[in-house]
T-cell receptor, first 112, second 111 residues
Framework: KAGVTQTPRYLIKTRGQQVTLSCSPI?????VSWYQQTPGQGLQFLFE???????NKGNFPGRFSGRQFSNSRSEMNVSTLELGDSALYLC???????????FGPGTRLTVL | KQEVTQIPAALSVPEGENLVLNCSFT??????LQWFRQDPGKGLTSLLL?????REQTSGRLNASLDKSSGRSTLYIAASQPGDSATYLC??????????FGKGTKLSVIP
């Protein structure tokens, strides 16, 4: 069974631009979560989707948004990029949030 | 607000030693506790999942315990190997479909 895939793996953007990251969950998983990882803050929860519905959102500004499609694939978008948005963005999928979370390899975003 | 703390932040041990990593959480109303491993520049690999109704889980040389009443979990690694070198993260699942992570323990196993 294929694992969680994330594209692209690396991105370099400049301040003010916007970016879209993609996540394909494990087949059959309907819950997809996104996390931001930085050296200073560690892993922080962004949002969780289940069957195309956002069920929870972390404490991030409105520039961070996401969606989930009917095939459970998910995208997150960050608009008006800031230097502080440089991070590893991780996606995780599971059958249910109470089950094991399987993480993808992440997208490394660098904002210059 | 759930807070998860991991002690120590870094640990260096000789190969073959048994070791314990600690994780504490402030809100005992969790539905599970998960341990992950992260290699440099990589994503997270799930090691063990303990549901709130369980006390421990084992997988090979790894054993994780959970004490909700005291807000603590431990990860025991037996007969450590250089390949165990990585950062170990614990995460508490508590309501609202999210995991709260600790900052991790960076483990180095010296050959």
């Amino acid at each position: 069974k294929a694992g969680v895939t994330q594209t692209p793996r690396y991105l370099i953007k400049t301040r003010g631009q916007q970016v879209t990251l993609s996540c394909s969950p494990i087949s059959g998983h309907r819950s997809v979560s996104w996390y931001q990882q930085t050296p200073g803050q560690g892993l922080q929860f962004l949002f969780e989707y289940f069957s195309e519905t956002q069920r929870n959102k972390g404490n991030f500004p409105g520039r961070f948004s996401g969606r989930q499609f009917s095939n459970s694939r998910s995208e997150m978008n960050v608009s008006t990029l800031e230097l502080g948005d440089s991070a590893l963005y991780l996606c995780a999928s599971s059958l249910d949030p109470s089950d094991t979370q399987y993480f993808g390899p992440g997208t490394r975003l660098t904002v210059l | 607000k759930q807070e998860v703390t991991q002690i120590p932040a870094a640990l260096s041990v000789p190969e073959g030693e048994n070791l314990v990593l600690n994780c504490s959480f402030t809100d005992s109303a969790i539905y599970n506790l998960q341990w992950f491993r992260q290699d440099p520049g990589k994503g997270l690999t799930s090691l063990l999942l303990i549901q709130s109704s369980q006390r421990e889980q084992t997988s090979g040389r790894l054993n994780a315990s959970l004490d909700k009443s005291s807000g603590r979990s431990t990860l025991y690694i037996a007969a450590s190997q250089p390949g165990d070198s990585a950062t170990y993260l614990c995460a508490a699942g508590a309501g609202s479909y999210q995991l709260t992570f600790g900052k991790g323990t960076k483990l180095s196993v010296i050959p």
